[in-house]
């Protein structure tokens, strides 16, 4: 099975950097990924590592150590609606699926 | 490109009374997720279709839940007879086989009272 471990909340101040940690320890390791979720939406796919470095997607960036199983998402020049809960998930080849294990989310909250 | 479409939105019944969720996928689609979030927590897999086929519901209670895909398009998911912690947003998504992404519905936010 997996394990994921991400902090529960994170506070940053608008136009900063922050980084949200993410563990995780499985067997087949097949890909990580980070969804957004703002509060009462739908998550919405950010981004996806399923080799090590670092993979930039304008604002935001992931990192991924496979051997470390460890991955971070930098979010750059920090927006209030970056505002939202941000969940690490991981996919498993192991049983065949495709479905994600996610963690619990870190709420981020933006201040002025 | 239309979304993944749930309904209804919301829904509050009473324990052990029965309630069902729809879900049309995005077009072309032909794998099918049906995740269930408890406030606070992160998506739990329930049951994952490839086209009209399962994949996984290992982490379906299959006493309560059921779940089907006529046709490999449409999902309804079902749950008789609802316990209170049963009280969750149940989240359909679909991907593209062999896709990465996946795109979440809106959801149904479901309590039991």
């Known amino acids: 099975g997996q394990n994921i471990d991400q902090p529960t909340e994170m506070t940053a101040t608008e136009g900063a950097i922050v980084q949200i940690n993410c563990t995780y320890q499985t067997s087949g390791f097949n890909g990580l990924f980070w969804y957004q979720q703002h509060a009462g939406e739908a998550p919405t796919f950010l981004s996806y590592n399923v080799l090590d470095g670092l993979e930039e997607k304008g604002r935001f960036s992931s990192f991924l150590s496979r051997s470390k199983g460890y991955s971070y998402l930098l979010l750059k020049e920090l927006q209030m609606k970056d505002s939202a809960s941000y969940l690490c998930?991981?996919?498993?080849?192991?049983?065949?699926?495709?479905?994600?294990?996610f963690g619990s989310g870190t709420r981020l909250q933006v201040q002025p | 490109e239309a979304g993944v479409a749930q309904s209804p939105r919301y829904k509050i019944i009473e324990k052990r009374q029965s309630v069902a969720f729809w879900c049309n996928p995005i077009s072309g689609h032909a794998t099918l997720y049906w995740y269930q979030q408890i406030l606070g927590q992160g998506p739990k897999l329930l049951i994952q279709?490839?086209?009209?086929?399962?994949?996984?519901d290992s982490q379906l209670p299959k006493d309560r839940f059921s779940a089907e895909r006529l046709k490999g398009v449409d999902s309804t998911l079902k749950i008789q007879p609802a316990k209170l912690e049963d009280s969750a947003v149940y989240l359909c998504?679909?991907?593209?086989?062999?896709?990465?992404?996946?795109?979440f519905g809106p959801g149904t936010r479901l309590t039991v009272t």
């Open positions: 998504a679909s991907s593209l086989d062999g896709g990465n992404e996946q795109y």
């Open positions: 998930a991981v996919r498993d080849w192991d049983t065949g699926r495709r479905a994600l294990t």
């Open positions: 279709f490839q086209n009209n086929g399962v994949v996984d």
